[in-house]
């Protein structure tokens, strides 16, 4: 499985983002997909997850009630919406996959990777 995010950039505070990762290869449309990022001299964390079916996510307390992910199966793509952005969101945003993993699972980290994409929110 190869994934691909885009829609990283520059945003203000209190702005909006909206992050795509489209995958390719084996198929993954049953796979737990996921965000996950890394600040500067910071360890990746884990940002949110959504199962195969879209019915359950999972987020980190810090992005909770701001960020919003989702996906569509038959585009094989999985997105993360971003509002309410703060300084601290500044990261390297990576989706992944995994066809093992649930999404209460997902912090632990998953299989597959794609390319970061830069976002940085400016105060």
């Known amino acids: 499985v190869q994934l691909q995010a885009f829609g990283g950039g520059l945003a203000q505070a209190g702005g909006s983002l909206r992050l795509s990762c489209a995958a390719s290869?084996?198929?993954?449309?049953?796979?737990?997909k996921g965000w996950f990022r890394q600040a500067p001299g910071k360890e990746r964390e884990f940002v949110a997850a959504?199962?195969?079916?879209?019915?359950?996510?999972s987020y980190a307390d810090s992005v909770k009630g701001r960020f919003t992910i989702s996906r569509d199966n038959a585009k094989n793509t999985v997105y993360l919406q971003m509002n309410s952005l703060k300084p601290e969101d500044t990261a390297v945003y990576y989706c992944?996959?995994?066809?093992?993993?649930?999404?209460?699972?997902?912090?632990?980290?998953?299989?597959?990777w794609g390319k970061g994409t830069q976002v940085t929110v400016s105060s």
């Open positions: 290869g084996r198929t993954s449309s049953s796979y737990v």
């Open positions: 992944a996959a995994d066809p093992i993993r649930t999404v209460a699972s997902a912090t632990r980290g998953m299989d597959y």
């Open positions: 959504i199962s195969w079916t879209g019915g359950r996510t």
